[in-house]
């Protein structure tokens, strides 16, 4: 593999990891939604995955779980799922990429390097299916929030969610899993490819045949 081609192997796995541990922390932060209200000005409330949290000025805050799996709406429960199965295909995506890194000595024989191409081209694929199940439920939660916020038929008295941190964060999680993945992919067309036994024994054959040719030609 040329330097062009480790270099983007590399900054393709750094990118990988900082991605993942967005997505992580997006799918923990409680900062999905927010809301503040006119009439009670130092409380804010926020909506996360996992449990809803009311933020104070003075610095307090306080979370309390969901009760029950099967009371929340199914907004949350397919967000959970999106989110869940990004951060699994994501893990998986890493843990098959590591093998088929170039500074990772491959204990096989000639085919190591077409094998390592196919592991750094899987992962470079789970990296992009991640970022998009990552994409999926952060940008239908803000879809929500932005059609609640300007329905006519809520007065405008009634507070509304807004975007929160976690929804930033997310975003740029799954943006830059398909980053990754794409340049773990692009790696694999900057690498050398080298020639098969079969091919090189019949380069070597055709060259002998033609030495031969031209001695006989010279005598």
């Known amino acids: 593999m040329d330097s062009s081609?480790?270099?983007?192997?590399?900054?393709?796995?750094?990118?990988?990891?900082?991605?993942?541990?967005?997505?992580?922390?997006?799918t923990i932060l409680p900062q999905w939604l927010t809301m503040s209200t006119a009439l009670l000005p130092?409380?804010?409330?926020?909506?996360?995955l996992w449990e809803t949290c009311v933020v104070q000025d003075i610095g307090g805050m306080e979370c309390r779980a969901y009760d029950s799996l099967l009371g929340l709406s199914g907004d949350l429960k397919l967000a959970r799922?999106?989110?869940?199965?990004?951060?699994?295909?994501?893990?998986?995506?890493?843990?098959?990429?590591?093998?088929?890194l170039h500074l990772v000595h491959s204990c096989g024989d000639g085919g190591g390097s077409r094998t390592k191409r196919t592991l750094i081209v899987t992962g470079g694929l789970l990296g992009i299916i991640s970022g998009v199940l990552?994409?999926?439920?952060?940008?239908?939660?803000a879809h929500l929030a932005v059609v609640h916020f300007f329905d006519d038929k809520v007065p405008d008295v009634v507070p509304r969610w807004e975007f929160g941190d976690a929804l930033f964060c997310g975003w740029a999680g799954g943006f830059l899993l398909m980053v990754a993945g794409l340049l773990l992919v692009s790696s694999c067309w900057c690498s050398t490819v080298e020639p098969s036994?079969?091919?090189?024994?019949?380069?070597?054959?055709?060259?002998?045949?033609?030495?031969?040719?031209?001695?006989?030609e010279y005598v």
């Open 134 to 141: 990552c994409l999926i439920p952060v940008s239908y939660m």
């Open 81 to 100: 799922l999106l989110m869940c199965a990004s951060l699994v295909v994501g893990a998986v995506g890493m843990l098959v990429a590591v093998p088929g």
């Open 42 to 48: 130092v409380e804010s409330y926020e909506l996360g």
């Open 5 to 26: 081609g480790w270099a983007l192997e590399m900054l393709g796995m750094l990118v990988y990891v900082g991605a993942w541990l967005c997505a992580l922390a997006t």
């Open 197 to 216: 036994p079969a091919l090189q024994r019949r380069y070597q054959v055709m060259n002998t045949d033609v030495t031969f040719r031209k001695r006989s």
